[in-house]
C-alpha cells in the first residue's frame, strides 16, 4: 500500500487511527516471556554496552 501524503496534510486524515493497515501484524509478547537466559545481572550489561559508546 502507498499513501502520498500532500504538503500540510497529516497522515490522520488519510488514515484514521482506528483503522488497521493491512499486513501488519500485531507482536505477541507472551511468546518471549522467559526465553532469555543470563549469566549475568542486566544492570551491568546495560551499563556495559553504554560504556561502548565513550
Same mark, same amino acid.
Given at each position: 500500500?502507498?499513501?502520498?501524503? *500532500? !504538503?500540510?496534510?497529516?497522515?490522520?486524515?488519510?488514515?484514521?487511527?482506528?483503522?488497521? /493497515? $493491512?499486513?501488519?501484524?500485531?507482536?505477541?509478547? *507472551? !511468546?518471549?516471556?522467559?526465553?532469555?537466559?543470563?549469566?549475568?545481572?542486566?544492570?551491568? /550489561? $546495560?551499563?556495559?554496552?553504554?560504556?561502548?559508546?565513550?
Amino acid at each position: 500500500m502507498t499513501i502520498i501524503l *500532500k !504538503k500540510g496534510q497529516h497522515l490522520e486524515d488519510v488514515l484514521p487511527i482506528n483503522t488497521p /493497515i $493491512q499486513g501488519i501484524k500485531k507482536l505477541n509478547a *507472551k !511468546k518471549y516471556v522467559g526465553i532469555l537466559n543470563l549469566n549475568e545481572d542486566p544492570l551491568e /550489561i $546495560q551499563k556495559r554496552m553504554r560504556n561502548e559508546w565513550e
